[in-house]
């Protein structure tokens, strides 16, 4: 079983579309949890970066963590064709673990 | 403007060969990082170095190696050794090794021919 599991989708969504990710995990001593953005044959960019249980926002951005479930969110709201990209979990006790990626398509 | 720049973008391989991989960054940061990524299984740690002349093994070392004789650079030969070195290669640093939100390079695509 992998430590970090995502399902990579692909995920197809209408512009001004709810798109919602997810990852779960094993390990129980994550404690940092991030989301990454990436585009197509480019390096992956930091979107969110969280502590613990709890949510936060930025913007159309919001990510959730439930340490109770071992389960992570990503939403973004009112999804724009600059949205479509593929996007990582990732979290960390002492070291960070990634997600496979979930690959998002936002049409206009 | 700061970054890291990884070349080059695009790096072909014979069979049998080494090849080095670029990775430069002037963040000033202390810790750089080689991942791998592959369709499907994410990214996988290669190797890390916290501090110039230190660096550690990661998930998937073999057939790879590294310095960081400098700062700024973290260079990653892959080796006749590795069996599948076909992928995307990715180069991150981080202020220090205890903080998680890493910048990303924007990879060596390498094919083995």
């Known amino acids: 079983q992998k430590e970090v599991e995502q399902d990579p989708g692909p995920l197809s969504v209408p512009e001004g579309a709810i798109v919602s990710l997810n990852c779960t995990y094993s390990n129980s001593a994550f404690q940092y949890f991030m989301w990454y953005r990436q585009y197509s044959r480019k390096g992956p960019e930091l979107l969110m970066y969280?502590?613990?249980?709890g949510n936060k926002e930025d913007g159309r951005f919001t990510a959730q963590v439930d340490k109770s479930s071992k389960y992570i969110s990503l939403f973004i709201r009112d999804s724009q064709p600059s949205d479509s990209a593929t996007y990582l979990c990732?979290?960390?006790?002492?070291?960070?673990?990634f997600g496979a990626g979930t690959t998002v398509t936002v049409r206009a | 403007d700061g970054g890291i720049t990884q070349s080059p973008k695009y790096l072909f391989r014979k069979e049998g060969q080494n090849v080095t991989l670029s990775c430069e960054q002037n963040?000033?940061?202390?810790?750089m990082y080689w991942y791998r990524q592959d369709p499907g299984q994410g990214l996988r740690l290669i190797y890390y170095s916290q501090i110039v002349n230190d660096f550690q093994k990661g998930d998937i070392a073999e057939g790879y190696s590294v310095s960081r004789e400098k700062k700024e650079s973290f260079p990653l030969t892959v080796t006749s050794a590795q069996k599948n070195p076909t992928a995307f290669y990715l180069c991150?640093?981080?202020?220090?090794?205890?903080?998680?939100?890493?910048?990303f390079g924007s990879g060596t695509r390498l094919t083995v021919v």
């Open positions: 991150a640093s981080s202020p220090r090794w205890d903080t998680h939100g890493y910048t």
């Open positions: 963040l000033n940061h202390d810790a």
């Open positions: 969280t502590y613990s249980s």
């Open positions: 990732a979290m960390s006790d002492y070291k960070l673990s």
